[in-house]
């Protein structure tokens, strides 16, 4: 008899014609935990929604148990023994745990009401399975994260699956948690069940996993027993990736000026202890892996999440109690990880949007009417400066432009306001090379000019391209600080690997 | 955390201290107040705004609302006037006047399950169609119902009114359907999060549609029994229920973002309290004017308890990246 429970064969997948996953291979016995490792953005969640019926592949075979394995939905993968535990939970805080195990399958009594008898007894079975000693009654509202995750996994095992898909389950669990976590995985594996366990968190893929498969780029860079690679190894093996002349050379050199001094910034539950200073002139790089807490950094930094203690102070003033207007007036800007979601009005103009946050600049006391033809004047000035291409008309609403162009209206934007820190959060997420070179080139030129300017970005290369200085985040902590000449991909990608149970685990493993 | 519940529950047992606080200030305003025959009949006078507000409620926990209660009761009676006037029997024409309301919560509910129109729009237009419907079929003009409606009303089965029994049975039904079947609890799923209820595999859209018909067909009764209780369609009939339908649903728990609330005793109680004022302004002869501006200082309370709850709530969620 085969036990190879999942084989996958040539799968491809492209989004807008850009390559995610290119002939990728994977192989997996019965009662074997798989470690899916890589950077952001290497192919690991489209891979794993192909697997869980979100997703169809483009071209490639899957084979589940010696059978061809086609889903065309969630409910398919599910009724074929797949689960997927997704990295966000998807539980009703208004519900009990029973209630949340049983949504879509009630056991029923003749009267066609709930059975809540039968149904806590199985509940409470499948709670025994999962290791957590609490009534099936319970509102899950009352539950800590790692108990709710443990929840998640019992709704799964009510199918009895084959294979169980675990999407980052640790992100939100002390290390007591995710202890027991493993524990129950451990069990579960021993009785047969395929894993497949993405994590960032490498000493926990190395604790838990019996193989490994590295991707990058939507590839396949390797696959093999764990014991073959040390932590170092894999992550070289993530990052490694010939860099070119993808980025312009740097002109300036930072002042001592501090423009922004972020000391003690804590907001419980979300960041820690987060001080640094940012000069004038000087673009000071934030790295991390997505929910490291830099985006959610500079929400708080810009004034938009509430902080418990710290003090920010910006060209000598503090201000930790202004409002987010309060500071863009004073001369912060920001631009969001999501253009489309907060950056834009899609529906509005090129001008329109260029326009909304400098129109108070340009407004006539004391009533506030527009200097149109002085407005005007610097949009053509700015428009000028980003690069728009000239082939774009004004009044084009800005959803039918590029995503790089779409890109620079926001930079425009901020920019009429003269801003002196200047915060760009994945400045170049979907933008394509061309447009890239010149945001990066504007983003020099900005700091020739006295801006400081903080940039958040998944993409390592890019960052030890146009930064003269790296803070590495991990757990809403900054974890290390590079300086130009000390900039090494392998040292920030171990620093942002760096979590307290990982930690933790790493000093197990080497014992 | 602990604080964070101590605050949660005391916002909860607010409406119970209001409560007390209305009976303290009418008991001692008036002695007639507090007589056990005045009791019975803020129950039967309740009773009306209490099936409103059940079926207001079932709304409410899908996270929608439902703003043409008002106008379905009109309608409702007005159809069940015109057949009674037309020398049809009383049950035949009281249950096509339910048959109205729930032809009318279809149409809303299609329009918000089918065409994707959000219910505050979907409704506020039902409001004014139905209205607008109730006032043709009336050419404009109160008419006023034979006795046997209003003896309909007053009629008392086991010595209780039957108005307080259709409430009671009503509450009872949709209070046990909202908790032991699946349609219930996956109600309450799809109030807390739509997204999510879809991606667990939900049906969300059939179970959309059966609370707006529940609602339309609750706003009909709710009329017809207010009806025997006045024994006369005015065009200004049901004018506004949709409000107090809204304060009473809120008063006793129901969450206006959804998926938190019961029936009894939360809406029954909210009704019966809204209710209780309104007979208590009557009992100490308050100005007439007066009675719009105190009943909605309560409507605006509610809905502020509502909200405060809610950011209490929505605090205590708020997504983590480490361990706190």
């Known amino acids: 008899m085969n036990s190879t429970l999942l084989e996958m064969t040539g799968i491809r997948k492209s989004f807008y014609g850009v390559d995610v996953l290119k002939d990728v291979e994977l192989r997996m016995q019965a009662g074997q935990t798989l470690g899916l490792v890589g950077e952001n953005g290497a192919g690991k969640s489209t891979l794993m929604n192909i697997i869980g019926g979100n997703l169809r592949a483009d071209a490639g075979q899957m084979q589940l148990a010696g059978e061809l394995y086609v889903p065309h939905t969630p409910r398919d993968a599910q009724r074929a023994g797949v689960a997927f535990i997704h990295q966000e939970l998807n539980l009703f805080a208004n519900l009990s745990i029973a209630e949340n195990i049983f949504l879509t399958s009630f056991p029923r009594t003749k009267l066609r009401n709930i059975d809540y008898n039968d149904m806590h007894q199985r509940a409470d079975a499948l709670l025994e399975q999962v290791g957590l000693r609490l009534s099936p009654r319970l509102l899950v509202e009352n539950l800590s994260a790692g108990e709710r995750q443990l929840v998640e996994i019992a709704k799964a095992l009510r199918l009895a699956p084959r294979l169980m898909i675990l999407d980052e389950p640790t992100t939100s669990l002390t290390s007591r948690e995710t202890a027991k976590l493993f524990e129950l995985l451990v069990s579960l594996q021993s009785n047969g069940m395929g894993l497949l366990y993405i994590s960032h968190a490498l000493g926990d893929v190395k604790r838990l996993c019996d193989e490994v498969l590295v991707l990058r780029d939507g590839a396949v860079v390797g696959q093999g027993p764990m014991c073959d690679f040390e932590p170092n190894q894999l992550v070289s093996m993530m990052v490694g990736r010939e860099s070119s002349d993808q980025f312009p050379p740097r002109h300036n050199h930072p002042s001592k000026v501090k423009q922004l001094d972020v000391q003690h910034v804590t907001q419980p539950g979300v960041v820690r202890d987060i001080s640094f200073v940012l000069n004038g002139g000087e673009v000071l790089g934030i790295s991390g892996l997505m929910g490291s807490g830099r985006t959610e950094l500079a929400r708080i930094l810009f004034g938009l999440d509430p902080m418990k203690s710290g003090h920010i102070t910006m060209c000598g003033e503090p201000i930790e109690r202004l409002p987010t207007a309060g500071r863009i007036a004073r001369g912060m800007a920001m631009l969001t990880e999501s253009r489309r979601e907060d950056g834009l009005c899609m529906q509005a103009s090129i001008a329109e949007n260029m326009s909304l946050v400098a129109e108070p600049k340009y407004a006539r006391p004391p009533w506030g009417l527009l200097r149109k033809a002085a407005l005007t004047s610097a949009l053509h000035a700015m428009r000028n400066a980003v690069k728009l291409s000239a082939s774009t008309e004004w009044h084009r609403p800005v959803q039918t432009l590029s995503g790089g162009n779409q890109q620079k209206v926001v930079l425009a934007k901020w920019l009429l306001n003269q801003p002196k820190v200047l915060i760009l959060d994945e400045p170049t997420r979907g933008i394509d090379v061309g447009a890239k070179f010149e945001i990066y080139a504007l983003i020099d030129r900005l700091a020739s000019d006295g801006q400081s300017i903080l940039i958040i970005s998944s993409e390592i290369e890019e960052l030890l391209g146009i930064c003269d200085r790296i803070l590495v985040m991990s757990q809403g902590e900054i974890k290390d600080e590079l300086a130009r000449n000390e900039f090494d991909q392998s040292r920030i990608m171990l620093a942002a690997l760096q979590a307290d149970h990982v930690a933790a685990s790493l000093r197990d493993a080497d014992q | ?324």
């Open chain 2, 1 to 324: 955390m602990t604080r964070k519940q101590l605050l949660l529950g005391l916002l909860n047992q607010a409406p119970l201290a209001l409560f007390a606080v209305v009976f303290a200030i009418f008991g001692s305003l008036s002695n007639k107040f507090l007589d056990p025959q005045n009791f019975i009949n803020i129950l039967t006078q309740s009773s009306s705004l209490a099936v409103a507000a059940i079926g207001m409620t079932v709304v409410l926990l899908t996270a929608g609302v439902d703003l043409s209660v008002g106008s379905v009761m009109f309608v409702a009676v007005a159809v069940t006037g015109k057949l009674i006037a037309g020398g049809q029997p009383l049950w035949l024409s009281m249950l096509a006047g339910c048959m109205v309301g729930v032809v009318a919560g279809g149409v809303n509910a299609l329009v918000i399950t089918r065409l994707r129109v959000i219910a505050f729009i979907a409704t506020l237009a039902m409001l004014f169609v139905g209205r607008g419907f109730g006032l043709w079929l009336t050419n404009t003009r109160a008419m006023n119902m034979p006795d046997e409606v209003t003896q309909f009303g007053a009629a008392r089965w086991l010595g209780i009114p039957i108005p307080v029994v259709v409430m009671l049975v009503l509450a009872i039904l949709v209070h046990w359907a909202l908790r032991n079947t699946a349609w219930g609890r996956q109600l309450y799923a799809i109030g807390q999060d739509v997204d999510g209820a879809k991606k667990a595999g939900v049906r969300v859209a059939p179970i959309i549609f059966s609370a707006y018909v529940l609602c339309g067909g609750c706003a009909a009764v709710s009329g017809l029994i207010a009806l025997t209780q006045t024994g006369a369609v005015s065009p200004s009939f049901g004018q506004q229920k949709e409000f107090a339908a809204i304060a009473a649903a809120v008063l006793g728990g129901t969450s206006l973002f959804g998926g938190r609330g019961h029936i009894l005793p939360g809406t029954l109680f909210g009704a019966i309290l809204f209710q209780t004022v309104e007979n208590g302004l009557v009992i100490v002869n308050a100005d007439p004017y007066l009675y719009p501006l105190i009943l909605s200082g309560i409507i605006f309370l509610s809905v502020l308890l509502d909200t405060t709850r809610q950011r209490v709530v929505g605090r205590a969620a708020r997504r983590t990246i480490r361990a706190v």
